[in-house]
């Protein structure tokens, strides 16, 4: 039996190749030649894997359905998914939370904590975060590693779990040595804090490195916040704008808020009044006004105001040509 983490492979598959219309024939040749550049010609040959991989969700769901009724935990998680996602057919958490919860019994790592997650926020069946903290120590001690890291967040929450930040750092280590980058950044906290582990600002820098780099976004902003300031790090302020600049290019209003004073100041980038305005007018639509940016933007240009004022008005898009 062939396992896979569905977590991990879903966010590459969303295209159909509507042009090319293949035909059913051909789409079950395409996922094989799939299966087989994965698990290789020799192994064990998993049709509906390689269909749901080429974005044939309705291939893969034909595909799977016979042998999840013949009790594969896989291919139950496997439709549970494609439900739960709304891939190729109607979104449905409830016939989501039926599959996932025979897979879960049938002893599916993925399914548990599938399942612990839909309980975690009332999808598909009643919220109970009594029963997704069992399923997520349950999938935890299989070692899955994202259940692993909401274990770590139980124990520190302490009302499903033991309040024990010493646990909860263990955990939360675990998780971030595999890379996943929400672990790196909070055991980064946890260790720039000294919160269930003794403090270690240079290491808890590094892993909070880790995670900006992975693109966390919470993290980009700590992590350049860190380099700003010189904390646990040497300051480097053209690298702090630089990791600034990701966030706010995500649309995180705190990291555009800050880049435009870098710009306003000219720290770490060249002044430019007109930039700074443009940064600070996202960070506002979203809320985040900022009296000393104000102060730092009092003697633009009118002309380099209307410029800004464009420019954030068809954000991320540039202003159309005139």
């Known amino acids: 039996m062939i396992k896979f983490h569905l977590k991990i ?33 020799k192994g064990q040959i998993d049709e509906a894997f390689g269909a749901f991989q080429r974005g044939y969700f309705l291939t893969a769901l034909a595909l799977a359905l016979p042998r999840a009724e013949a009790g594969e935990a896989s291919a139950q998680t496997l439709i549970a998914y494609i439900y739960a996602n709304g891939l190729g ?18 002893g599916d ?18 919220k109970n975060r009594k029963r997704a903290a069992q399923l997520f120590k349950k999938a935890a001690k299989k070692g899955h590693i994202e259940a692993i890291y909401n274990l770590a967040l139980l124990h520190v929450e302490g009302k ?21 980058a929400e672990a790196q950044y909070d055991y980064g906290i946890m260790l720039m804090e000294g919160a269930g582990v003794a403090p270690n600002p240079k290491k808890g820098a590094e892993y909070i490195k880790g995670a900006a780099n992975a693109g966390l976004v919470a ?4 992590y350049a916040t860190m380099l700003y300031l010189g904390k646990g790090v ?35 980038v060249e002044l430019d009044l007109e930039e700074a305005a443009m ?18 933007l009092v003697s633009i240009t009118k002309e380099d105001l209307a410029k800004a004022e464009e420019r954030a008005k068809f954000w991320p898009n540039p202003p159309p040509a005139k």
């Open 9 to 41: 492979i879903a966010g590459f598959f969303l295209t159909i190749f509507i042009f090319l219309s293949p035909t059913k024939a051909q789409q079950a040749d395409e996922a094989r030649a799939i299966s087989e550049e994965i698990f290789g010609q």
């Open 89 to 106: 057919v109607a979104k449905n958490p409830a016939l989501a939370s039926s599959w996932y919860n025979i897979a879960d019994k049938n």
């Open 109 to 126: 790592i993925n399914a548990s904590f599938e399942l612990a997650m839909l309980y975690q926020n009332g999808e598909g069946v009643p």
């Open 160 to 180: 499903y779990a033991e309040p024990n930040l010493s646990i909860a750092a263990g955990l939360m280590e675990r998780a971030a040595d595999y890379g996943l």
């Open 219 to 222: 993290a980009q902003i700590e």
């Open 234 to 268: 040497e300051k480097n302020i053209p690298l702090a704008a630089a990791y600034y600049r990701e966030a706010a290019l995500k649309g995180n209003p705190v990291a555009q808020n800050r880049l435009a004073k870098l710009f306003a100041l000219g720290q770490g």
């Open 279 to 296: 940064w600070g007018l996202l960070a506002k639509k979203q809320g985040l006004n900022d009296s000393m940016l104000d102060k730092l």
